[in-house]
């Protein structure tokens, strides 16, 4: 819910950076694989056996690792202002989390420090929060909380206690 009143959504997407694409990770491996099998053999030639047994174990904890990676690889956060709603969507390991607040009940807190996360909350019964800004760097964090700030309306301060 802009101040302005333009048209335009505002959204923000932090996301995790990988180095290598998945074929690229697969072709290292495939090295990887390649090396260390025809070493392996060379000692089993030899008659050590069980340099050939370290090498699966190796390999295979290796691929264990390899695929922790890849299944976060793709991890992002997406923060939006749609419909008079600011919805944040989490994604890590394919699982989705999607938090709704309404723009009038929400307080953003602008991270201070460079490991704090961008806290967003929206007071009231049953009033959800969230910490955002994990794939960012703290310049970034702070830059996305700021524009937040500026666009959501200012919240309507809870009733006071009898």
């Known amino acids: 819910m802009p101040r302005d009143?333009?048209?335009e959504q505002p959204q923000w997407l932090l996301a995790r950076r990988s180095a290598l694409t998945a074929r690229q990770l697969l072709r290292a491996y495939g090295l990887l694989c390649l090396f260390s099998l025809a070493i392996a053999a060379a000692f089993a030639l030899r008659g050590l056996w069980t340099i050939l047994v370290f090498s699966?174990?190796?390999?295979?904890?290796?691929?264990?690792?390899l695929l922790c990676y890849l299944r976060h690889a793709r991890d992002y956060e997406h923060i939006a202002l749609r419909d008079g709603e600011l919805i944040v969507e989490q994604v890590s390991a394919g699982h989705c989390r999607r938090h709704h607040f309404s723009p009038w009940r929400t307080r953003v807190a602008v991270p201070h420090w460079p490991r704090q996360l961008i806290h967003i909350h929206e007071f009231g019964v049953g009033g959800a929060q969230v910490d955002v800004g994990v794939f960012a760097?703290?310049?970034?964090r702070r830059q996305v909380a700021q524009e937040l700030l500026a666009l959501l309306p200012p919240p309507i301060s809870p009733p006071a206690p009898p």
């Open 56 to 65: 699966f174990a190796e390999l295979g904890l290796v691929a264990l690792a």
């Open 137 to 140: 760097t703290p310049e970034r």
């Open 5 to 7: 009143h333009s048209r």
